[in-house]
């Protein structure tokens, strides 16, 4: 298994585990859960250290996420940068040479 389909399972993963926190999160007011009638329905003594907790998992998963993204980019190659070299290659081989059909440059000067 190459590393490039482990950096992606991990990426499902991570991003599967950051909607859920995101779900599990109380909205802070405002936003489209006031819009809906959820605005008069807040509690007034939550508890701080459960949003802490959430709001750092989620930035902590974001960061996570991000970093296992550019990290696979750099497997999907093998890492040695020559990325231009692999586009050539297939550029090179796919092209097939055009054939252009000869025009008729004889012009008639059809005057009555």
Do not use: H, R
């Amino acid at each position: 298994m190459s590393t490039f389909y482990i950096f992606l399972v991990l990426i499902v993963i991570v991003a599967f585990l950051l909607v859920v926190v995101i779900m599990v999160q109380n909205p802070k007011g405002g936003g489209l859960s006031s819009s809906f009638g959820g605005g008069g329905t807040q509690q007034l003594g939550g508890v701080q250290k459960t949003t802490d907790f959430l709001d750092k998992a989620t930035w902590g998963l974001a960061t996570l996420l991000l970093v296992l993204i550019l990290l696979s980019n750099i497997t999907i190659f093998g890492g040695d940068g020559n990325e231009s070299q692999v586009f050539d290659e297939n550029a090179t081989q796919t092209t097939a040479p055009v054939t252009v059909p000869p025009t008729n440059n004889t012009t008639t000067n059809d005057t009555l």
